[in-house]
């Protein structure tokens, strides 16, 4: 179905009406949507994939998906649901995470999957555990040194000691291209 005309028109569409509602998703929520609502048509009304189009809506599809996306901010917003504690951005753990990304760029031969796998792992764990105070099911999780977030730190920053520096958008773009890689949009 994704390599049809049909299907990459009704992507296209789709994009373009989100945007008229200043609702920005990637293409690949919006195909999987509307791969999903045309065979859901296929399978209810017992027709082909193809005579399912015809009841293809790209604006009724765009109002329906900018209502799901306002109701999610809007409960997202109220009480930090479905966020996960952040740490503060001048956190030396988070600073160290940065830092390796040029590096694992370069071990990994420019494998971006694998360097954003990294940093998504160890960021969502910085931010657990900078939130485990608060974690009800976090309680002796961290065995017999406990939650002592401060003393993590401690010893994060004895490892990573210039800090802010990778804060510094221009120093990590630097560390980036110095590691022989770039990011460019096509």
């Not at 994939?49 to 109701?71: I, K, M």
């Not at 976090?138 to 210039?162: F, I, K, L």
Request: with cysteine.
């Amino acid at each position: 179905m994704r390599n049809t005309k049909a299907f990459k028109e009704a992507v296209a569409q789709t994009l373009a009406e989100l945007a008229r509602r200043g609702v920005t998703l990637g293409p690949a929520t919006v195909a999987d949507t509307i791969e999903r609502n045309i065979s859901a048509v296929a399978d209810r009304l017992r027709i082909q994939v193809r005579s399912a189009w015809r009841y293809f809506d790209a604006a009724a599809l765009a109002d329906s998906l900018a209502e799901s996306t306002r109701e999610f901010e809007e409960s997202s917003s109220e009480g930090d649901v479905g966020r996960a504690p952040l740490p503060p951005l001048d956190n030396p753990e988070l600073a160290l995470i940065l830092a390796s990304v040029p590096d694992a760029l370069a071990q990994t031969g420019g494998d971006l999957y694998a360097v954003i796998l990294n940093v998504a792992v160890n960021a969502w764990m910085a931010g657990h555990i900078h939130g485990e105070d608060g974690c009800d099911g976090c309680d002796d999780s961290r065995g017999p040194a406990g939650h002592d977030w401060e003393a993590r730190m401690r010893t994060v920053a004895e490892v990573q000691p210039d800090i802010t520096k990778w804060f510094d958008r221009d120093v990590w773009t630097s560390a980036l291209n110095d590691s022989g890689f770039t990011v460019t949009r096509r």
